[in-house]
């Protein structure tokens, strides 16, 4: 089990694989992030080009803690 950070915050998230990490996150980033997800607009592919971006900066935060 990791513990990480937010990206975005001080906030400290548990999760056994990325994938688990990342699901705990959600609701954390809904709440307290919501208008950075809102500001995340644009057409399809530009946001599918955002979260893998942000997918590999986390991945690899999370594979170093
Ligand atoms: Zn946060």
């Given at each position: 089990?990791?513990?990480l950070k937010c990206d975005l915050c001080d906030h400290e998230?548990?999760?056994?694989?990325?994938?688990?990490?990342?699901?705990a996150l959600?609701?954390?980033?809904g709440e307290a992030?919501?208008?950075v997800m809102k500001s995340h607009s644009g057409s399809e592919e530009e946001m599918k080009t955002q979260m893998?971006?942000?997918?590999?900066?986390?991945?690899?935060?999370?594979?170093?803690a």
């Open positions: 089990m990791k513990t998230v548990q999760g056994e694989t990325f994938e688990e990490w990342m699901n959600k609701p954390h980033y992030h919501a208008d893998n971006k942000w997918m590999s900066e986390n991945k690899a935060r999370f594979d170093a």
